[in-house]
T-cell receptor
Framework: GAGVSQSPSNKVTEKGKDVELRCDPI?????LYWYRQRLGQGLEFLIY????????KSGLPSDRFSAERTGESVSTLTIQRTQQEDSAVYLC?????????????FGDGTRLSIL | GDSVTQMEGPVTLSEEAFLTINCTYT??????LFWYVQYPGEGLQLLLK?????DKGSNKGFEATYRKETTSFHLEKGSVQVSDSAVYFC???????????FGKGTTLSVSS
């Protein structure tokens, strides 16, 4: 079966532009997560969606970052007025249920480069 | 807040050598602990997990035991192969219960 799919795989854009990253979770997975991995760093949690509950946005670094999810399907992460420090690999993960014991399945990520 | 510390790499070993990658954590409550692996050119994959104290997770010859007394979850393998070359990440689910908190990753390079 298909895994977590992310697009685009690579994105290069100029500072100040807006970007939109897409994540297609594994079918039937109710929980969806976004993480960021900057060069030489571990993964940082950004946002978590669980079913129809209000998302946990506690990891978003600034109000330039936002994310949406339609039901239990596709999610988009939007970064407005991009800055060079936003350059990173953005990873999406999904799991069958939310919760501490559930392993998360990761996509291949979107590598974002801000010029 | 909750955090994970793992040994800095790179770790360079010869084939069939014994591997240990240290991981310690700080967390309130009873987190679940995970090791994820990222092979060259591939996405992040779950390697093994343990959900309570004294549990041992194992997969592909790798093992890690959840040690609450030492707040550790060290990854071990008795005999590494060239195909084990990858970046290994230790992680836990923190107080909030769902999002993973990762260490910075340890690069393992195995030569024949």
């Amino acid at each position: 079966g298909a895994g977590v799919s992310q697009s685009p795989s690579n994105k290069v854009t100029e500072k100040g532009k807006d970007v939109e990253l897409r994540c297609d979770p594994i079918s039937g997975h109710t929980a969806l997560y976004w993480y960021r991995q900057r060069l030489g760093q571990g993964l940082e949690f950004l946002i978590y969606f669980q079913g129809n509950s209000a998302p946990d946005k506690s990891g978003l670094p600034s109000d330039r970052f936002s994310a949406e999810r339609t039901g239990e399907s596709v999610s988009t992460l939007t970064i407005q007025r991009t800055q060079q420090e936003d350059s990173a690999v953005y990873l999406c993960a999904s799991s069958p249920l939310g919760g501490a014991h559930q392993p998360q399945h990761f996509g291949d990520g979107t590598r974002l480069s801000i010029l | 807040g909750d955090s994970v510390t793992q040994m800095e790499g790179p770790v360079t070993l010869s084939e069939e050598a014994f591997l240990t990658i240290n991981c310690t954590y700080t967390a309130t409550g009873y987190p679940s602990l995970f090791w994820y692996v990222q092979y060259p050119g591939e996405g992040l994959q779950l390697l093994l997990k343990a959900t309570k104290a004294d549990d041992k997770g194992s997969n592909k010859g790798f093992e890690a035991t959840y040690r609450k007394e030492t707040t550790s979850f060290h990854l071990e393998k008795g005999s590494v192969q060239v195909s084990d070359s990858a970046v290994y990440f230790c992680a836990l689910t923190g107080q909030a219960g769902t999002a993973l908190i990762f260490g910075k990753g340890t690069t393992l390079s195995v030569s024949s």
